[in-house]
């Protein structure tokens, strides 16, 4: 039975910082292209972040420079360090994690900016 499990949400100001994690397990995890989406009330889910099998990430645009993917196949875990965090980053973070045609998500870490 395959989990992702996301943790580190919360509340942070704006221009702070705050690391997502997302461990996996029931997977050979270093197989798959990990991926953080995020989505904000009444708005598409959007990618944010990839990061694949060989270590290459990918950035939205809205996130490029601010936020950085890592992944560690060791402890079957991807992280997500946001820094410069706008209230616009605010919405519920999800992991996915892909392989051909196997897909699993995780139930979602609230990320909330405000002051």
């Not at 989406?37 to 270590?55: D, F, H, W």
């Not at 946001?82 to 973070?93: C, G």
Request: contains cysteine; aromatic residues 10%.
């Amino acid at each position: 039975q395959v989990q992702l499990v996301e943790s580190g949400g919360g509340l942070v100001e704006p221009g702070g910082s705050l690391r997502l994690s997302c461990g996996a397990s029931g997977l050979t995890f270093r197989l798959y292209t990990m991926k953080w989406y995020r989505q904000a009330p009444g708005k598409q889910r959007e990618l944010v972040a990839t990061i694949s099998r060989g270590n290459v990430p990918n950035y939205a645009d809205s996130v490029k420079g601010r936020f950085t993917i890592s992944r560690d196949d060791a402890k079957n875990t991807v992280y997500l360090q946001m820094l410069s965090v706008k209230p616009e980053d605010t919405a519920v973070y999800h992991c996915n994690a892909e392989y051909y045609k196997s897909s699993y998500w995780g139930q979602g870490t609230q990320v909330t900016v405000s002051s």
